[in-house]
């Protein structure tokens, strides 16, 4: 069993940047995939970027791609989605799942967070 908590998100302009935090607690982090989805009002959740277990392989969205980049730190337990250059489009609640496997598929992650609010204004 693992719990996740998310941090890092808030009102930011287009143009600005955020890190989000995956802080883990529980079992060894290193064991699980880690993904980031984000769910807009009225919208699916939909897949961000995931990162593998151990070495991390990351893995981002065409439409994010060269803007957001997820990246982990196991002595720390935590994983990473630095985001740069965002947009209006990308608010959202930012959600990390934790799995067995590095999917762009929410249902393969066993565990979530409560997500953090990332609002970006015009």
């Known amino acids: 069993q693992v719990q996740l908590v998310e941090s890092g998100g808030g009102l930011v302009q287009a143009g600005g940047s955020l890190r989000l935090s995956c802080s883990a607690s529980?079992?060894?982090?290193?064991?699980?995939?880690v993904g980031w989805f984000r769910q807009a009002p009225g919208k699916e959740r939909e897949f961000v970027a995931s990162?593998?277990?151990?070495?991390?392989?990351?893995y981002t969205r065409d439409s994010v791609k060269g803007r957001f980049t997820i990246s982990r730190d196991n002595a720390n337990n935590t994983v990473y989605l630095q985001m740069v250059n965002l947009k209006v489009e990308d608010t959202a609640v930012y959600y990390c799942?934790?799995?067995?496997?590095?999917?762009?598929?929410?249902?393969?992650?066993?565990?979530w967070g409560q997500g953090t609010q990332v609002t970006v204004s015009s």
């Open positions: 799942g934790a799995g067995q496997v590095a999917t762009t598929d929410r249902r393969r992650y066993a565990y």
């Open positions: 990162i593998t277990r151990g070495d991390g392989y990351p």
């Open positions: 529980g079992r060894t982090f290193n064991d699980y995939a």
